[in-house]
Nanobody
């Protein structure tokens, strides 16, 4: 597995959760890492991304509630999700893109926000 995600599960509305993703040593020169999500019946969409230099990009829906961070030395990316809402329920996918434009996807981790 080249991108291994962890975290997720069942959380109650208003709670926080953290997703983490580790890239395999076989992936070289990662430029951008990020998280996408796919809600039931919907297309996969960007949540947030971060470049190697630390430039972040957030989809409007999650600005202010979600925070992405990255450890370049460990090739890991994390997504801190705060004040979770039922509409945040989705499968979250870790993503990595190299300087050579190769793309990698994690296996997806389900986040369910429900009381």
């Amino acid at each position: 597995v080249q991108l291994q995600a962890s975290g997720g599960g069942l959380v109650q509305p208003g709670e926080s959760s953290r997703l983490s993703c580790a890239a395999s040593e076989t992936i070289f020169n990662i430029w951008t890492m990020g998280w996408y999500r796919q809600a039931p019946g919907k297309q996969r969409e960007l949540v947030a991304s971060i470049t190697r230099g630390g430039t972040t990009n957030y989809a409007d829906s999650w600005k202010g509630r979600f925070s992405i961070s990255r450890d370049n030395a460990k090739n890991t990316v994390s997504l801190q999700m705060n004040d979770l809402k039922p509409e945040d329920t989705a499968v979250y996918y870790c993503y990595a893109k190299t300087y050579a434009n190769s793309e990698y996807w994690g296996q997806g981790t389900l986040v369910t926000v429900s009381s």
